[in-house]
């Protein structure tokens, strides 16, 4: 199974950034998709997360700027960011809970897509 990340890059404050991320390989069945980020110095952290069911949740800095949608035939979770401000600048990475054919769940990490914010 791999996450594969896209959509980093650099914006400036107030703009906007849409991360997409899809899964590929033998898989059975998805369960939450997330993404979290890591910036410099500091510890990894979840950012946004959604269920299989449509369930959401969102770190309460982000709340109301950022939306974590899903494509569930495609296998892909994506994060669209708005009012983006110079504290959102990290590392995000592609998180998903995955099952393959005749396995157990696993939790699956992308690479990681750097999304810098220039004040």
């Known amino acids: 199974v791999q996450l594969v990340e896209s959509g980093g890059g650099l914006v400036q404050a107030g703009g906007s950034l849409r991360l997409s991320c899809a899964a590929s390989?033998?898989?059975?069945?998805?369960?939450?998709m997330a993404w979290y980020r890591q910036a410099p110095g500091k510890q990894r952290e979840l950012v946004a997360l959604?269920?299989?069911?449509?369930?959401?949740n969102y770190a309460d800095s982000v709340k109301g700027r950022f939306t974590v949608s899903r494509d569930n035939p495609k296998n892909s979770v994506y994060l669209q960011m708005n009012s983006l401000k110079p504290e959102d600048t990290a590392v995000y990475y592609c998180?998903?809970?995955?099952?393959?054919?005749?396995?157990?769940?696993?939790?699956?990490w992308g690479q990681g897509t750097q999304v810098t914010v220039s004040s």
């Open positions: 959604r269920t299989s069911g449509g369930s959401t």
């Open positions: 390989g033998s898989i059975f069945a998805i369960n939450a």
């Open positions: 998180n998903a809970e995955i099952k393959e054919y005749g396995s157990s769940w696993y939790d699956y």
